[in-house]
């Protein structure tokens, strides 16, 4: 398998400059689901659509969903050349060590973050739980919960973490990609609220976590396991929330 991993050529060829428009593009679609469910659940509040449009439209965004992934796990598998790699109980014990890690770094993060600003929560999680509350109907409330538990976990990892590093390093880069792509993907996540240093500094760091998870095998799917399993308790405290409170 080593051998394998060092036959692969340089995989950033071509124009650089083309390269970078690229990523962009994966970044800007990486995050359109969350625009996805935002739209849905404020027109059916504001409109009050009946169940039947909010079924035409709960299938189009699925539709949308599947196509989207399709799409970017097929421009990954081009961009890298790399081979999805069987998952092995060894490897499910890092993905589970990444995990704790994570909830570590969210632990402190949002500590410092009340400290120093009193924000119990980041922007970004507040921003969420504030659109599930918005939610009257189940079916856009549905759409949020699948683009926070399953498609964005994929997306953001496949942009973040695999095309980032395919179409701008050079293959076998380890350092710069981690720190480009973690800050990248820090940004991102505080758009709603660019003071929040530490909210920042919290998915930056995250951010790095996935990239380690991915590097250790070069393999993507590892990365993004680790992702949903981090997105997935969110998730379920927003059900929770939603049938119960």
């Not at 490897?91 to 009193?118: E, K, R, S, W």
Request: net charge positive; hydrophobic share 55%; glycine share 4%.
């Amino acid at each position: 398998m080593e051998e394998k991993q060092k036959e692969i050529p340089m995989r950033n060829s071509g124009n650089q400059f083309v390269n970078i428009l690229k990523v962009v593009g994966f970044i800007i679609l990486a995050i359109t689901p969350a625009s996805f469910s935002d739209i849905f659940i404020w027109t059916s509040h504001e409109y009050h659509l009946p169940i039947w449009v909010q079924a035409i439209i709960f299938v189009i965004f699925l539709a949308l969903y599947f196509i989207l992934i399709r799409f970017f796990w097929n421009r990954y598998k081009t961009y890298s050349g790399e081979r999805i790699k069987r998952i092995h109980l060894k490897d499910v014990g890092f993905m589970v060590l990444f995990f704790v890690i994570i909830q570590v770094i969210a632990y402190l993060g949002t500590t410092l973050n009340n400290m120093f600003t009193g924000n119990k929560t980041t922007g970004n999680d507040n921003a969420i739980f504030q659109l599930a509350n918005y939610s009257d109907s189940f079916l856009p409330f549905l759409t949020l919960i699948l683009s926070i538990s399953i498609v964005a976990p994929i997306l953001e990892e496949i942009t973040f973490r695999g095309i980032i590093t395919s179409k701008l390093f050079k293959y076998g880069r380890m350092w710069l990609p981690l720190i480009v792509s973690s800050i990248i993907f820090g940004s991102l996540h505080i758009l709603q609220a660019p003071t929040e240093f530490f909210s920042f500094l919290l998915y930056t760091c995250m951010g790095a976590i996935f990239y380690l998870a991915y590097a250790r095998r070069h393999n993507i799917l590892d990365s993004i396991l680790v992702h949903f399993l981090n997105n997935l308790l969110p998730a379920i405290s927003l059900l929770l929330i939603y049938f119960f409170l």
